[in-house]
């Protein structure tokens, strides 16, 4: 069956780093594109980044540029966020998923995001940012 497992949560002080992985299993990961989204309490879910199926094209949205990169290994079936500067706005739960299709990113996820977005998606791992 499909499986998307996370790991590399923690607490961590802020302008700390952690990498977050993700070991897909029960699909085929290496043609499928996928995303990094996360959940904080209260809170709307939101996209961070997407990936196509070969590594080559990557996006993030715009409160993640320039402090996470999103990166995969298809021989290992695993996915990567790696965040660096982290702040406590951070803290949330962080999901990978896989979108329906053969699209990675959509417009509209800036402001609205549901798990209907997505054909497969892990339990997350918490990410908490506090000093």
């Known amino acids: 069956q499909v499986q998307l497992v996370e790991s590399g949560g923690g607490l961590v002080q802020p302008g700390g780093s952690l990498r977050l992985s993700c070991a897909a299993s029960?699909?085929?990961?290496?043609?499928?594109?996928m995303n990094w989204v996360r959940q904080a309490p209260g809170k709307r879910l939101e996209a961070l980044s997407g990936?196509?199926?070969?590594?080559?094209?990557?996006t993030y949205t715009d409160s993640v540029k320039g402090r996470f990169t999103i990166s995969r290994d298809n021989a290992k079936n695993t996915l990567y966020l790696q965040m660096n500067s982290l702040t406590p706005e951070d803290t949330a739960v962080y999901y990978c998923?896989?979108?329906?299709?053969?699209?990675?990113?959509?417009?509209?996820?800036?402001?609205?995001?549901?798990?209907?977005?997505?054909?497969?998606w892990g339990q997350g791992t918490q990410v908490t940012v506090s000093s």
């Open positions: 998923a896989k979108p329906k299709g053969k699209t990675y990113w959509f417009s509209r996820w800036a402001y609205q995001l549901d798990w209907n977005e997505f054909d497969y």
């Open positions: 029960g699909f085929t990961f290496s043609s499928s594109p």
């Open positions: 990936i196509n199926s070969n590594g080559g094209g990557t």
